[in-house]
C-alpha cells in the first residue's frame, strides 16, 4: 500500500474548507447569503483554487447551492434537527462498517494504513495546542480513518452509503471540528475520540464485531456533541432554525427536482 494514501486533502483547501463551514455555522453567512468566489478568497486570505474547491465541496455536502441568477452560490437552509439526524445516520452506517470489518476480517495492507492515519492523529495531538499545520493534519486523517473503514467493510455497497451519508450537511467526519477546537476543553474532547478510534481498530482485529459496532455508535456521540457546542454559542445556528426546509438524500429540498 502506498504511503502517499495518507495525503488525502491539500491543507489550503482543507482550511478554506473548515473556515467556510465556521463562517456558516456561525450564523455569520446566513440562509440566502450569496457567496462569490473573489470576495471570499479575500476574506479568508487564501488563493482562489483552495476556495474554488472548498465552495464545491460544501456544495456537495449540501451547505451551499448555486445561485440561480450572477453566479456563485448561497447557503442553504436546513434545521438543527436535520444535522443531528444526519449525524445520527452517519454513526449508524459506521458502526455497521465496523462490524462487518470485524466479522469479515481484514487484509492486514488496510489494517496497516489504518494504523498510519492514527499514529499521524497522535502526532498531531501531541503538540500543546492544535493549530496549523497540525490541525490541517488532523482533519486529513480523521477522515482518512473514517473513510477506510468503509473499505474494510469488504461492501461496496455500504461505501456508497457512507458516502452518500458523508455528504449530508456537517455529517462528514471533521464537520464540527473547527468549533470542537475552539472550546476550552476541545483537545480532551478529540483525545477521547482518538482513543476510541484505536478502541475500534482494535476490536477489529481481535474480530469482536459487537464491541466494534458499539466503539463506533458510541464515537458518533463525540460529533453530536460538536453540533450541540455549536447551537449553544451565540448566533449558532438558530437563524436556520423554524424556517429551514428538510434536505433529503440528493441534498435537495422535497419539492426541487432532481
Excluded: C, K
Aim: net charge neutral; charged share 25%.
Amino acid at each position: 500500500m502506498d504511503t502517499t494514501e495518507l495525503d488525502v486533502a491539500p491543507t489550503q483547501t482543507v482550511q478554506a474548507q473548515q473556515r467556510l463551514r465556521e463562517l456558516i455555522v456561525s450564523g455569520a453567512l446566513p440562509p440566502g447569503e450569496r457567496i462569490l468566489e473573489v470576495p471570499l478568497a479575500e476574506r479568508l486570505g487564501v488563493s482562489r483554487t483552495p476556495v474554488r474547491a472548498a465552495l464545491l465541496r460544501l456544495e456537495q455536502e449540501g451547505l451551499l447551492e448555486a445561485a440561480s441568477a450572477g453566479g456563485g452560490y448561497r447557503v442553504r437552509q436546513f434545521s438543527a434537527q436535520d444535522l443531528r439526524d444526519a449525524i445520527e445516520l452517519r454513526g449508524t452506517l459506521e458502526g455497521l462498517a465496523a462490524r462487518m470489518a470485524a466479522e469479515r476480517g481484514v487484509d492486514e495492507a488496510l489494517l496497516a494504513l489504518a494504523r498510519r492515519h492514527l499514529d499521524a492523529i497522535d502526532a498531531a495531538l501531541d503538540a500543546p495546542t492544535l493549530a496549523e499545520p497540525g490541525f490541517a493534519a488532523y482533519v486529513r486523517h480523521n477522515g482518512g480513518f473514517h473513510t477506510l473503514l468503509g473499505r474494510m467493510s469488504g461492501s461496496d455497497l455500504l461505501q456508497r452509503e457512507l458516502a452518500r451519508a458523508s455528504l449530508l450537511p456537517f455529517a462528514s467526519p471533521s464537520g464540527f471540528l473547527g468549533v470542537q477546537v475552539g472550546a476550552p476543553a476541545g483537545q480532551t474532547v478529540l483525545r477521547i475520540a482518538q482513543d476510541q478510534h484505536r478502541q475500534v481498530l482494535d476490536a477489529i482485529e481481535q474480530r469482536e464485531g459487537s464491541r466494534a459496532e458499539a466503539l463506533m455508535r458510541e464515537h458518533a456521540r463525540i460529533a453530536r456533541r460538536r453540533l450541540e457546542t455549536a447551537l449553544r454559542q451565540p448566533g449558532g445556528l438558530r437563524p436556520l432554525q423554524a424556517t429551514a426546509a428538510p434536505f433529503n438524500a440528493h441534498g435537495g429540498h422535497p419539492h426541487e427536482s432532481q
